[in-house]
């Protein structure tokens, strides 16, 4: 089973940062922690990954917290198109949870 | 961007008989995974593989399923004997490098087969 935890759902107005979190409290000191998302039926599609340090690329920010035991996704302004499915992923056996559902409302 | 192709995107079988779903990863990867999606359910890992062999495989990864890389390019997931509640999205992952290295890779899945058994 999944290593993480993730709330089920949640929404976000359209141009708001979107913040989705993730607890991840039996993490390895060299495990990554990956995010990934669905939107619809398409296959998963990488976000960003961190081990420890915070992490920023074109999509989204990570933030870990310091004892590594959870971590936040954050899309700064998000769009309609971000609704999807956000995945939390920690470890080299890249096992999917539930993940977030995240709608994202105009 | 490279990309993972699958094919077909969609299979409609009868059950009983069998299917082989074919996915071409990104040509330097290393290590391919297979996911199956049953509908409205999450992505559940079913095997991975590295070095021409399972390197690991979930509980739902029976004697029904094998997987193969022919080639050298395609990698192949068969199902022997196909049962109605096969019927799932699945998805070809490849990854540059294996689990367990300092550095990690992402995934990259492809758009998945629908494989419908009637």
């Known amino acids: 089973d999944a290593k993480t935890t993730q709330p089920p759902s949640m929404d976000c107005a359209e141009g708001r940062a979107a913040n989705l979190p993730c607890n991840h409290s039996?993490?390895?000191?060299?495990?990554?922690v990956y995010w990934y998302r669905q939107i619809h039926s398409q296959g998963p599609q990488y976000i960003i990954h961190?081990?420890?340090n915070n992490e920023t690329n074109e999509m989204a920010s990570l933030i870990i917290t310091e004892d590594r035991k959870s971590s936040t996704l954050i899309l700064p302004h998000a769009t309609l198109r971000d609704t999807a499915v956000y995945y939390c992923?920690?470890?080299?056996?890249?096992?999917f949870g539930a993940g977030t559902r995240l709608t994202v409302k105009p | 961007e490279p990309e993972v192709t699958q094919t077909p995107s969609h299979q409609v079988t009868q059950m009983g008989q069998e299917v082989i779903l074919r996915c071409v990863p990104i040509?330097?990867?290393?290590?391919f995974y297979w996911y199956r999606q049953i509908l409205g359910q999450k992505v559940e890992f079913l095997v991975s593989?590295?070095?021409?062999?399972?390197?690991?495989k979930s509980e739902i990864f029976d004697d029904q399923f094998s997987v193969e890389r022919p080639d050298g390019s395609n990698f192949t997931l068969k199902i022997r004997s196909t049962k109605l509640e096969d019927s799932a999205m699945y998805f070809c992952?490849?990854?540059?490098?294996?689990?367990?290295?300092?550095?990690?890779?992402?995934?990259?899945f492809g758009s998945g087969t629908q494989l419908s058994v009637l």
């Open positions: 961190g081990l420890k």
């Open positions: 992952a490849s990854q540059l490098l294996p689990g367990g290295s300092t550095t990690n890779e992402k995934l990259f």
């Open positions: 593989f590295y070095n021409n062999e399972i390197s690991e």
């Open positions: 039996t993490i390895s000191g060299n495990e990554y």
């Open positions: 992923i920690v470890g080299y056996d890249m096992r």
């Open positions: 040509s330097n990867h290393l290590y």
